[in-house]
């Protein structure tokens, strides 16, 4: 077992540069291929002819050539080159920076698992493995922050300005996360590669296994002399104002996105985006079922029977409601386009007013005598009370549209 940098070897460029230079025959693919068509083609031709599970030289000779390919096709530069009618492996003479992670000799080179992994993401938890060091810059998290309102904000939209905490751009090194005029330098340990590898024997021959190199991380560089700033990190936690512009018909649980406003990723990475989740406050007045509100109003029995008219406060105003003469406890009386607005569409919400008629008390000698007149008028003295069978459906109608949602 020993450790050793991942860089192409002088054997492997030559190998390289015999293959034959008809990439995209190699693959099997069109000329317009995408990306994903030639990893499919070559992940389906590694399956075939990789050693370890092809132990035909012919098959190994295709399985050099066919690798060779991907490696110039799934590299848009070298592709390009391709597509001009150059030959990027051919015209590359010593092999520079372009040649990183020396995928071309299959013999002491990965098992067929680890090619899978390195081309395609192998996905295990011990990091993702991929060819050649990764990138210190990486994208940001989203943030999310709460955001409280009223009813009466959620229908007509707000502009807020709220205090935000996330991790910024550090404004000393830029993201770098250099001390001022210094720069990163190239790992010792797996010389910028970024990964180590490890030989075993085995009965297939030898088995190589690459990881990420502990010294650098991966990042195949390191930061001699940190920004103080950041302490290498190129970000900072920092709070600033952002101004949410809330739209109209918002409710609770909705998230609105302000993209770009998230949290600065490592090495200064570009930011993710910030979702400002609505919190909705209690209305003392209405409550909210989607577009539409419902709200009870006390009528006395009196009012309940002759009928009235009444300004009802709405979220928009005051607005008349006319209470029709002989009308009872549980009626429901729709105010048409007195709801809420329907968040980015159209149309407007119905208010939903139930009635709830009131039974006077605390009655005096004169009211307690104008209403035995009216009960013997009316021939109510003695009514005859039939009992009725409790609707459940009715009531928890009526429970419903309280509760809500
Ligand atoms: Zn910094
Ligand atoms: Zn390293």
Do not use: W
Request: hydrophobic share 35%.
């Amino acid at each position: 077992m020993q450790e050793q940098g991942a860089g192409a070897g002088p054997q492997e460029r030559q190998l390289v540069q015999r293959v034959a230079r008809d990439y995209y025959g190699l693959l099997g693919v069109a000329k317009g291929a995408s990306a994903d068509e030639i990893k499919r083609a070559y992940r389906k031709l590694a399956r075939e002819l990789h050693p370890d599970v092809n132990p035909d030289q012919a098959a190994q000779q295709k399985f050099k050539e066919v690798t060779a390919a991907y490696e110039v096709l799934s590299d848009p530069a070298k592709r390009q080159v391709v597509d001009l009618g150059g030959d990027p492996l051919g015209g590359q003479g010593g092999g520079g920076a372009g040649a990183p992670g020396g995928m071309g000799d299959p013999f002491g080179g990965m098992g067929l698992g680890d090619i899978m992994d390195a081309f395609f993401g192998g996905g295990g938890g011990g990091g993702g493995r991929s060819r050649g060091p990764r990138s210190r810059v990486r994208q940001g998290d989203d943030a999310l922050i709460p955001i409280e309102l009223t009813l009466e904000e959620c229908a007509t939209g707000v502009a807020k300005d709220l205090a935000v905490d996330t991790a910024t751009l550090c404004s000393v090194c830029h993201g770098n996360g250099c001390a001022p005029g210094t720069s990163p330098a190239t790992c010792d340990m797996c010389k910028g590669s970024g990964e180590v590898q490890q030989i075993q024997r085995s009965l297939l021959g030898q088995v190589v296994t690459s990881r990420p190199c502990p010294v650098c991380r991966g990042f195949g560089e390191v930061i001699p002399d940190p920004c103080r700033q950041c302490n290498g990190e190129g970000r900072v936690r920092a709070r600033r104002t952002v101004r949410a512009n809330i739209p109209a018909g918002v409710g609770d649980g909705i998230r609105v996105r302000l993209a770009g406003q998230g949290e600065v990723g490592p090495g200064g990475g570009a930011p993710g985006d910030l979702y400002v989740e609505v919190q909705e406050l209690q209305h003392e007045r209405f409550t909210r079922d989607g577009i539409d509100l419902h709200c009870t109003v006390h009528v006395p029995m009196t009012a309940a029977a002759l009928g009235t008219s009444m300004g009802l406060h709405t979220l928009h105003g005051v607005e008349d409601l006319d209470i029709q003469p002989g009308t009872q406890s549980a009626t429901v009386l729709t105010m048409r386009g007195q709801g809420m607005p329907r968040l980015r569409g159209t149309g407007i919400g119905n208010l939903y007013v139930h009635i709830e008629v009131v039974t006077p008390t605390k009655l005096d000698g004169r009211q307690v005598e104008l209403l035995h007149e009216l009960a013997t008028l009316r021939g109510e003295e003695q009514p005859e009370l039939a009992a009725r069978a409790h609707n459940g459906g009715f009531f928890s109608r009526i429970r419903d549209s309280f509760v809500g949602r």
